[in-house]
């Protein structure tokens, strides 16, 4: 079953990449005042149990793919 | 001294131990033993390609569960550059690094300021200024406001950048744990050994090691 996990930058934390971009969208002339840069992360999980899916999901983006100090993240099963 | 996949720091560091008059023996990051070592350094590099975030894959190495233990059993473990990385992400230190506020690679030496008295940092005096290279694209350390205070008040601040280097929380280079035996710092105390290429400041962290 697919999760997919989305990872962004905390409120307050500098996003250089985001930064950057914005930048040069400002610079192609399009009204973007911010841009925030995230991660997408699809999971295959060998499960067919949405609720089994989002529990590794969650235990996953916790432990290892968001770092909870500068990052928030969110689960989306199916 | 271990090895990862992705250090390349390793060797000057073992060199670095040996200036001092320590024996440096070789760690690989699969096998979770340390071979009785005394003190361990983890070197900077490119771990994992620093893929996810730099030092986020490579603290689930076998090595790094014996690192936790040594760590715990208060055995001096010194992290430079990546291996700072590695032991924030491991929570072995506090905070984490994340991306320069320049949006650039910074390869230079700079000045640093002695914050806290330390076994690290030998006898020099609180206000003294050291000088050693740096030379990295994730360098800024961030920790939330909450719990800075407490670091300082417990002497875990070690170093400061002299002046504004990678946006870094409040400036700060260097810092340990609560114990203050798991020392790490984003410049490479390893490459200020040698009056050949300037400073030999570097000597100071790299002796902590040698010394235990």
Known sequence: MRATVLVRPKT?????QGEAIRGSLAGLGYPVSEVSAGKIFDLEVDTDDAAEAERVARETAGRVLANELIEGFEVVVG | MITFL??????DAQRAVEVVGGEAVPLWHGEADLKGVDAVLLPGGFSYGDHLRCGALARFTPI?????DFAAQGGPVLGI????QILCEAGLLPGVLTPNHTRRFICRDVDLVVQAASPWLGD??????????????????????????ELEANGQILLRYAEEVNGAT?????????AGNVCGLMPHPEH????????????LLVRRLAAA
């Not at chain 2, 000088?131 to 205070?149: E, F, Q, R």
């Open chain 2, 170 to 178: 409040d400036r700060i280079a260097c810092v340990t744990n609560a």
């Open chain 1, 12 to 16: 307050g934390i500098r996003d250089p």
């Open chain 2, 124 to 149: 020099r005096p609180v206000g003294a200024s050291i000088t050693v290279p740096i030379k990295h694209g994730d360098g800024a350390w961030y920790h939330p406001d909450a719990g800075l205070a």
């Open chain 2, 81 to 84: 550059c990546n291996g700072f």
């Open chain 2, 192 to 203: 200020a050994v040698d009056p050949l290429l300037g400073s030999i400041d570097g000597r």
């Open chain 2, 6 to 11: 992705g250090s390349l720091d390793d060797r």
């Open chain 2, 64 to 68: 790094m569960a014996a690192v936790a």
